[in-house]
């Protein structure tokens, strides 16, 4: 089974950066992609960014373009998310998951990290 783990959560002002990790383990996969996805207080979950793990191909949700940056370490089955110029309504919670066949959704996903930016 998969795992999902996140990590790099946590207060800052706006304006600020934040680094997310999430750590893929749980035996030999394979994968096709991992992305972020978010859900703030009421809110459903949303699309935030995307990466194939193999090539550079990577996607942003509009609202966070220019702003965050996803990466990843094959290696380490390691996927990044660099959040720079953090805004109020970047608060959610950040969760991480893992496309392992290139389906139209995501097979597994962690538990999630809270990042809250204040105003």
């Known amino acids: 089974q998969v795992q999902l783990i996140e990590s790099g959560g946590g207060v800052v002002q706006a304006g600020g950066s934040l680094r997310l990790s999430c750590a893929a383990s749980g035996g030999t996969f394979s994968t096709w992609r991992m992305g972020w996805f978010r859900q703030a207080p009421g809110k459903e979950r949303e699309y935030v960014s995307a990466i194939r793990w193999s090539g550079s191909s990577t996607d942003y949700a509009d609202s966070v373009k220019g702003r965050f940056t996803i990466s990843r370490d094959n290696a380490k089955n390691t996927v990044y998310l660099q959040m720079n110029n953090l805004k109020p309504e970047d608060t959610a919670v950040y969760f991480c998951?893992?496309?392992?066949?290139?389906?139209?959704?995501?097979?597994?996903w962690g538990q999630g990290t809270q990042v809250t930016v204040s105003s």
């Open positions: 998951a893992i496309d392992l066949v290139g389906g139209n959704s995501f097979d597994y």
